[in-house]
């Protein structure tokens, strides 16, 4: 997966493995930085509803019909304690990562609902990223279980070398615990939130029940918190 976000006006960047963004650029010459109108020719219900079906190619579709708009809105509200450790086009690449894993959670629901949708995952992941930036400076050693699970998120869409500060402490810090657990508490959390797979897919992944593999998960959240006190020196 490309690491690099593109240059403003290009294409949005490739998508988990594979699915593959790679269409030609759909925004006029003459078009305004940040545009708030979608093309008239563009019809969006039918590519929602493709997408909400699995089409892939229709959600390519959509992240391009909202590109401009969102890395308007992620430069403009990026958290200014953020700016030094992290770029604004990591975070772009991350909000369409995570949308192609989430698309199935997306409710149409009025007007630029779709826009509305990246807006939120933006607006969430940005949080995450500030929160998982002030649970590395305090200390691994006072994270709860629930900031283990965002440090997780957080991650979730590294997968290349990043120039982010905060990116790479993040990975550093969390390859480092995941392999300080059990095999199985290790390939568990790393299937479920670097892969993004659900609990039915991490099961048939490692043989075993649905629940399981839920029971993994949870109890790897709370030794990967013992692991990464331990490891709090790296921090």
Known sequence: ??????????????????????????????????????PEEVEEEPLIARALAGDAQALQGLLRLHHRRLHVYVRDHMPRKLRTRIQYRDVLQD????????????????????????????????SRLLRADQALKRGAHLLAQEDVEELLKAVVC?????????????????????????????????????????????????????????MLCNRGLKHLKEALASASRYI
């Not at 988990?16 to 109108?37: D, K, T, V």
């Not at 508490?185 to 670097?194: C, K, T």
């Open 158 to 214: 590294d997968r290349t070398p990043s120039k982010s500060a905060i990116r790479r402490e993040l990975v550093e810090v969390l390859e480092a615990a995941l392999d300080r657990l059990r095999a199985e508490y290790g390939q568990a959390l790393r299937l479920r939130y670097l892969d993004g797979l659900g609990f039915d897919q991490i099961a048939l992944r490692m043989n075993r029940s649905p629940a399981a593999a839920h």
């Open 95 to 126: 909000v369409y990562q995570l949308a192609f894993r989430g698309i199935a959670s997306f409710a149409p629901d009025g007007p630029d609902a779709c826009f509305r949708w990246f807006i939120t995952i933006a607006r969430n992941h940005m």
């Open 1 to 38: 997966m490309p690491g690099a976000f593109p240059e403003e006006g290009s294409p949005p960047p490739s998508s988990p493995p594979g699915i593959f963004l790679c269409a030609a650029r759909q925004q006029s010459a003459g078009a305004r930085e940040g545009a708030g109108h979608m």
